[in-house]
T-cell receptor, first 112, second 113 residues
């Protein structure tokens, strides 16, 4: 069964600190993996998309990694800001017919 | 460009009533996606269109749900009759490179009482 599991479910960090969010998946065959940021009351916004051959991709203070062998991805946030407080959703495309399988997200809160 | 525009932003309706959610795509995009988000189930893809044609509707929960794309820039998601378990935030997204390049609207928060 195609599944995407994210951890932790929620996380609280102090402003300026770094953090890493995890995404493990069982989707096969794999097409691509995308990280979204969703602010409260708004639609998700794409941060990165990674294909099978990509190990690392950065978008400003956000860096995503992908290990296609172990089927794991991480999203690293550097020097966190209050505006990083949001839900971060991992979405994997594949599993036949290029279907999307969504993780339930990690709720991040950055505090002063 | 104003981005993906959804209406209404909020909808409260009684069980059994028909609900129609509307979405205007970003100009030039040829893919349209409808998603549903709840606390319990997270974000779920309901259906997506490419060039006005429904490509995958396997996420549509049941026959009470229907989606149309009467032209290249507009889509509707209809629930008839609505039930309390349909309460969720419904997102529309548009893109131009398939399911992995979607730009989301602000969502419609639907409450069925």
């Amino acid at each position: 069964k195609n599944q995407v599991e994210q951890s932790p479910q929620s996380l609280i960090i102090l402003e300026g600190k770094n953090c890493t969010l995890q995404c493990n998946y069982t989707v096969s065959p794999f097409s691509n993996l995308r990280w979204y940021k969703q602010d409260t009351g708004r639609g998700p916004v794409s941060l990165t998309i990674m294909t099978f051959s990509e190990n690392t991709k950065s978008n400003g203070r956000y860096t995503a990694t992908l290990d296609a062998d172990t089927k794991q991805s991480s999203l690293h946030i550097t020097a966190s800001q209050l505006s990083d407080s949001a839900s971060y959703i991992c979405v994997v495309s594949g599993g036949g017919g290029n279907k999307l399988t969504f993780g339930t997200g990690t709720q991040l809160k950055v505090e002063l | 460009d104003a981005g993906v525009i959804q209406s209404p932003r909020h909808e409260v309706t009684e069980m059994g009533q028909e609900v129609t959610l509307r979405c205007k795509l970003i100009s030039g995009h040829n893919s349209l996606f409808w998603y549903r988000q709840t606390m319990m189930r997270g974000l779920e893809l309901l259906i997506y269109f490419n060039n006005n044609v429904p490509i995958d509707d396997s996420g549509m929960p049941e026959d009470r749900f229907s989606a149309k794309m009467p032209n290249a820039s507009f889509s509707t998601l209809k629930i008839q009759p609505s039930e309390p378990r349909d309460s969720a935030v419904y997102f529309c997204a548009s893109g131009d490179l398939g399911p992995h390049s979607a730009f989301f609207g602000q969502g419609t928060r639907l409450t069925v009482v």
